[in-house]
Each structure stands twice: as C-alpha cells, then as structure tokens.
C-alpha cells in the first residue's frame, strides 16, 4: 500500500466494505454491495438513536436541576437497554374501535421512509450509500412519505386526540417543508447540482485555513437557519410539538399506540430528526468536510458524526429552554416570515453567484438579507405590545 | 419483462383495484396513494428519476393529503361510500368508466405507435441512458421551454390567490 496512513484511515469502511464483497461471485457483487451499506444504515442510526435517548434525557435534566437517568449501567448508559426490554414485553393495546390494519401499518411505513432517506446522505467521503443524480429530490420525495405515516396512525386510532394531532402535524409540516425546500434550493443553485454527494463535494475545498462552505456567505448562514427552524417543525421537535403537546392532546397521533410500537413511532421520530440535520450538514455545513484546513487528517466521517452531533446537542438544548407556539403562531411564522425570507435568500444566492468575488458581494448580499428581517419583523410585531410578562395569579 | 416491472405493475393494479372496490372512503385514498406510487416505481424502473421522485413527491406528498384532508373535513370517512344501489345506476356507471378508459388507451396506444423512438433501431434506443438527465431536464426547462413553464406559474399563482380569496373570510367594514 502506498496510501498514507491517514488516507487509510479515511477509507477505511469503504476498504472493509471493497474487502467483503471480494470474496463474493462477481453476479452477486452489486447485491451484496448494497446490501453492505443498508446493513451499516440499520445498524449505526438506531444505535445513535438509543445513545440519544440517553443524552436527551440527560441533557433535559440538567437543564431542570434534576439528574435524569443514572441506575442502569454506569451513568445510567445502559438505559436505552432497559428501555427497549421494557417496550418489547409491554402489552400491544389495539382500540377495539380501531382500524386494525393501517394502525399496524402506520409506525411501519413512519420508520421504513426514515431509513429511506439515509440512502442518500454521505457520511464520509465516498460514503454514500448511492449517488443519486437527483439526490435532494430524492430525500423530500421520501420525508413526503412520512406525512402520509401520521396521518394514517392518527386517523386509525379512531380517538379525537389522534387525530387532532395528525390533522396538526400534517398541516405543519407541509406549511414549514415549502420554506425547507426553498431553502435548500439556493444551495442547488450554487452547487449547480441535485446530488448530494456532489454538492458536499463542492464545498471540501480551502482558502486559507478557511473552508468553502455555503454557511460561511450571508445568504447561507440565513438559507442554514431558515433550513435549521423548518427541520424542527418538520421533525415535530419542541418548540414546534404542537402535534405531540402532552399537555393538550395527551401525545396526539400516537395516543393509541402501546408497546413496541410506540417505541417505533419514537425511533422514527429520531430517525427523522438524524436524516434532516444530516442533509442540513451536507447542503450548508459541508458534509463530511474539516472546519479548518489544518484538521483534514482526521477522518471525514468523524468530522460528518460531530457536526450531527453539535446539531443534535443543538436540538436538545431548544427543547430544554424554549416554551411551545400556539397554532396561529406557527402558521403566521410559516407564512408570513420564513417564506419570504427563503425567498429573499434564494434572490440573494444568484447575486452571490454573479457578482464579482469581493467585499462588494458581502455588502450586496448582507443588506439585502438584513434589511428585509428587520422590515420584516417590526411589520409583523406592529401593534403589539411586547414587554415583561405579568402573570394574573402566580405573582 | 423484468421482475421488478412485474412486481411494481402488479402493485400498481392492484392499488387502482383496490381503490375501486373498497368500501371506506379512507381506505380508498390509501390504496389510490399506492397505485400513485407504483406508478413512480415504474417511471424510477424506467431510469427516468426525475419524473419518478416528482411523482412520489407531488402525488403522495401533496395530493394524497390533500384527498384526505377532503375526505376528513367533508366528514364521508365515516360513511361506507353510498354507491348509486339502482341496477340501472350502476350500469351507466360501469359503461361510463369502461368508455373512457377505452378512449384513453386508445389515445396512449395511438401515440406510442407513431412514436419516432419505436422506428428507430434497438441499439439506439438503449443509448437513451438517464445519465445527467436532471441537468438536461434543467436546461430544457430554463432555456427552450421556459416560456411554458412560466405561464404555468402564473397560472398556479393567479390559482393560489383565487384560492385564498375564496376562503377569505370578509370583514364587514370592508364593505
């Protein structure tokens, strides 16, 4: 071998992965190939699901002064174990009034369409399960599908909490996936390609120590917030659980599910969670690309695992300090700021791209994202009274 | 004829069989929303993605919703579907659907017949690989034929606004 080590290191999975299907017939090769990365899939992303779980609930205590969990295995690491025993030997209630084969159907299709999505996100370079040339279209044409999961369970349950919130969940997530798409969209146009695997590849390069990421230009550091809010609609993550508020529809579309299957709408949730910031990291964060030029030997697929991770901790830390919105909220905030400013953003991505390189484009491009939020925000806050809260009873 | 052509074909059908023969209107739409995305197996099994992953995207992301978001707020789910029970209604219902799917075939089959690709020779034919077909689907769109695609917008947005127009609730004083 006449690789450097590091560039060894790098590869190392896809070396595994060349090493394995040698020893297989050549008729069975593409097979196995693809069976080999739908295996690494179905095995890395639960795990991270289950070591989340664990940092969730522990991050969330720390946030309300409590230690959340630490009996099971040292620092309560082992709790996802527990938990998922406890799942599988729980009793699977099915109402009586229940339609009894889409409410089977439901958590089955939710987690079969978010491990769909994975098959397009490169964890590393060359680390990709398929390179699809219309890989982003690709991933909102399966996360549509997952609509279609919580619909079915709400409306199969057969219980008024269900569906209310499957009618809340799908209404939020169509409302919030236009202003995700557009948001993505400037990013194609500056990639000029639809490919994931592609498109993280354009952002690997280096000037200076600095890297050529899209989130380093005013339009992509608002295109990745904009994207970043309408992932945690999509995902129906705190703030945006209104389809889930236990304090007002118990847990809305999976009230009636018990057992396993309540755990598969959680894994699902997860799932959906990992695969969105995932594809966030790879349209704006680079993908699998170091920070700094001086790092790239360490392996990209750490640098891939560390960004999901920040974001993860990111999520966490939203949920742990942020109240839920109220229906009309959510909607206006869809509507009538993140649209235009995904508008705004998109505009401004084409001026980037044909202005000349300088700080004339910085300045172009700020301002035009700048001064419509500012605009934007003091028309929407017009006659309201925003100042300390005072609460009636709890003084 | 390829496995995987059998097996989404058979997918297909049977969704658009079901869709037919179900009683709950929900169901209907479920199995209609399988049939929508047989068919976009079919189109990926083509080669052509991008007509495959629009479908899925615009068929059962946004119109299968929008069916049931129908269905939901016009409270038929609860309702088993009323079928006209007459013998006669039913009839003309069947000869009505045959008719039409007849003329459609028809039409489709006129089409594929004089179809320059099925005259030209087989070696061309598979030559029509689907490679960079997404940036030739752009260049077509934002070049020769984006005429078209702009009127279709505006179409859609004058749609949009007459939409929410109609739903509009008007205030009084704006009488």
């Known amino acids: 071998?006449?690789?450097?080590?590091?560039?060894?290191?790098?590869?190392?999975?896809?070396?595994?992965?060349?090493?394995?299907?040698?020893?297989?017939?050549?008729?069975?090769?593409?097979?196995?190939?693809?069976?080999?990365?739908?295996?690494?899939?179905?095995?890395?992303?639960?795990?991270?699901?289950?070591?989340?779980?664990?940092?969730?609930?522990?991050?969330?205590?720390?946030?309300?002064?409590?230690?959340?969990?630490?009996?099971?295995?040292?620092?309560?690491?082992?709790?996802?174990?527990?938990?998922?025993?406890?799942?599988?030997?729980?009793?699977?209630?099915?109402?009586?009034?229940?339609?009894?084969?889409?409410?089977?159907?439901?958590?089955?299709?939710?987690?079969?369409?978010?491990?769909?999505?994975?098959?397009?996100?490169?964890?590393?370079?060359?680390?990709?399960?398929?390179?699809?040339?219309?890989?982003?279209?690709?991933?909102?044409?399966?996360?549509?599908?997952?609509?279609?999961?919580?619909?079915?369970?709400?409306?199969?349950?057969?219980?008024?909490?269900?569906?209310?919130?499957?009618?809340?969940?799908?209404?939020?997530?169509?409302?919030?996936?236009?202003?995700?798409?557009?948001?993505?969209?400037?990013?194609?146009?500056?990639?000029?390609?639809?490919?994931?695997?592609?498109?993280?590849?354009?952002?690997?390069?280096?000037?200076?120590?600095?890297?050529?990421?899209?989130?380093?230009?005013?339009?992509?550091?608002?295109?990745?917030?904009?994207?970043?809010?309408?992932?945690?609609?999509?995902?129906?993550?705190?703030?945006?659980?209104?389809?889930?508020?236990?304090?007002?529809?118990?847990?809305?579309?999976?009230?009636?599910?018990?057992?396993?299957?309540?755990?598969?709408?959680?894994?699902?949730?997860?799932?959906?969670?990992?695969?969105?910031?995932?594809?966030?990291?790879?349209?704006?964060?680079?993908?699998?690309?170091?920070?700094?030029?001086?790092?790239?030997?360490?392996?990209?697929?750490?640098?891939?695992?560390?960004?999901?991770?920040?974001?993860?901790?990111?999520?966490?830390?939203?949920?742990?300090?942020l109240p839920r919105l109220r229906m009309d909220q959510l909607m206006n905030f869809a509507w009538k700021f993140m649209l235009p400013m995904a508008l705004l953003v998109m505009v401004s991505a084409g001026v980037w791209r044909f202005l000349p390189h300088g700080v004339l484009r910085w300045i172009v491009c700020f301002v035009m994202i700048a001064v419509p939020y500012v605009l934007l925000g003091r028309g929407l806050l017009q006659g309201k009274k925003i100042g300390k809260r005072t609460y009636r009873f709890a003084e | 004829m390829s496995l995987s052509f059998l097996i989404l074909a058979l997918l297909t059908l049977g969704g658009a069989v079901a869709a037919m023969t179900l009683h709950r209107l929900v169901h209907c739409v479920l199995a209609l929303t399988v049939a929508l995305a047989g068919l976009a197996g079919l189109y990926l099994n083509l080669g052509a993605q991008f007509v495959g992953l629009a479908q899925i995207l615009v068929y059962v992301g946004a119109v299968a919703i929008l069916i049931v978001f129908a269905v939901l707020l016009t409270r038929g789910a609860e309702i088993a579907s009323q079928m006209d029970s007459s013998r006669q209604g039913r009839f003309s219902a069947l000869a009505g659907g045959v008719a039409t799917a007849a003329a459609v075939f028809a039409v489709l089959a006129w089409v594929v017949l004089h179809s320059p690709t099925l005259s030209a020779p087989a070696a061309t034919m598979t030559q029509v690989a689907p490679q960079a077909a997404m940036q030739q689907i752009g260049d077509a769109l934002m070049r020769r034929y984006v005429l078209p695609l702009e009127v279709m917008g505006l179409m859609l947005t004058a749609a949009l606004i007459g939409a929410v127009i109609l739903a509009l609730e008007e205030k009084p004083e704006a009488q």
């Open chain 1, 1 to 321: 071998m006449t690789q450097a080590p590091v560039q060894q290191l790098d590869q190392i999975f896809v070396m595994l992965k060349h090493w394995l299907v040698g020893y297989v017939p050549a008729a069975a090769q593409p097979v196995v190939s693809s069976l080999l990365s739908v295996v690494a899939i179905l095995a890395l992303f639960p795990a991270l699901f289950a070591f989340t779980t664990v940092l969730e609930r522990k991050g969330l205590g720390r946030m309300q002064n409590r230690y959340g969990p630490n009996r099971v295995g040292p620092f309560g690491l082992l709790q996802p174990l527990a938990d998922g025993i406890k799942s599988l030997t729980k009793e699977d209630v099915v109402p009586r009034t229940a339609d009894k084969a889409v409410h089977f159907m439901a958590p089955l299709l939710l987690v079969a369409a978010s491990f769909l999505a994975y098959a397009v996100l490169p964890v590393g370079r060359n680390m990709a399960a398929v390179n699809l040339d219309a890989g982003v279209l690709y991933f909102f044409a399966v996360g549509a599908v997952a609509e279609l999961a919580v619909f079915m369970a709400g409306w199969s349950s057969h219980n008024k909490y269900s569906l209310l919130g499957a009618m809340r969940a799908i209404a939020q997530m169509i409302s919030y996936e236009v202003p995700l798409i557009l948001s993505s969209l400037a990013v194609i146009m500056a990639a000029g390609s639809l490919s994931t695997v592609e498109i993280a590849g354009r952002q690997a390069g280096y000037s200076g120590i600095w890297p050529h990421w899209y989130v380093l230009t005013p339009w992509g550091l608002a295109g990745f917030l904009l994207f970043m809010i309408a992932a945690t609609a999509e995902t129906n993550r705190s703030p945006f659980d209104l389809p889930e508020g236990e304090s007002e529809i118990i847990a809305g579309y999976y009230t009636e599910y018990s057992g396993f299957k309540f755990a598969l709408f959680f894994l699902g949730e997860y799932l959906g969670m990992f695969a969105i910031s995932g594809l966030g990291i790879t349209l704006f964060l680079g993908g699998w690309s170091a920070p700094f030029s001086f790092l790239t030997w360490i392996p990209s697929w750490i640098w891939f695992f560390a960004k999901l991770l920040a974001l993860i901790a990111v999520f966490i830390w939203m949920r742990g300090t």
